[in-house]
């Protein structure tokens, strides 16, 4: 039995959702909107400020996309009421980043700066060049691209340079010892 799909959804005041026959979702709110198509399968209703989303049966591929599905749900309803928020450190002399209309530029110790477009409906701010906030409406697409900056230079455990989340830890490795 799914403990995550049987939780209720909460809809907060502001954000409006509408739910067709064959559980394609639209939710709007002050972030924005999102819409996705759910396997039609699931039988999702609202009532009043509430979304419940129940399954026919018990076959096993009902229970694998219940809890998702309300998941989903429930970060789409999230993200357009309040929205995700992805920060990132960069540690390392020499490495920063710049905000160029709407590219990110970093300069990570490689022979060449990496250009990484920002992906429409995500906002990319640089406080200061050594600090990226990533925020937007839709929770995939505001970690994906985070974990694409990530990638560009993952952090090292010898001397922790690289591009690491804030809340991150870092296991440190200790280096060569002199006889």
């Known amino acids: 039995m799914s403990r995550i799909g049987n939780k209720v959804i909460q809809v907060p005041a502001g954000v409006t959702v509408t739910i067709s026959d064959d559980n394609y979702a639209v939710v ?6 999102l819409e996705f198509q759910f396997n039609s399968m699931l039988d999702i209703k609202m009532e009043g400020s509430t979304i419940t989303v129940s399954r026919p049966n018990d076959e096993i591929f009902t229970r694998k996309i219940h809890g998702t599905t309300r998941a989903l749900l429930a970060n789409m309803v999230h993200g357009v009421s309040t929205g995700f928020k992805k920060q990132l450190e960069i540690r390392g002399v020499g490495y920063r980043a710049a905000l160029q ?10 022979s060449h700066p990496i250009n990484l477009e920002i992906p429409a409906g995500i906002t990319v701010t640089i406080p200061k060049n050594t600090d990226i906030i990533i925020e937007g409406a839709d929770k995939q697409v505001v970690g994906e691209f ?9 952090p090292e455990p010898y001397l922790g340079k690289g591009i690491r989340y ?3 830890y870092v296991p440190r490795k200790a280096g060569k010892t002199a006889k």
Not at 28 to 33: E, F, L, R, V, Y
Not at 101 to 110: A, F, I, P
């Open 166 to 168: 804030v809340d991150e």
């Open 146 to 154: 985070a974990a694409k900056i990530r990638s560009t230079r993952k």
């Open 101 to 110: 209309g709407n590219v990110v530029n970093l300069s990570m110790g490689y």
């Open 28 to 33: 709007k709110g002050p972030k924005g909107q």
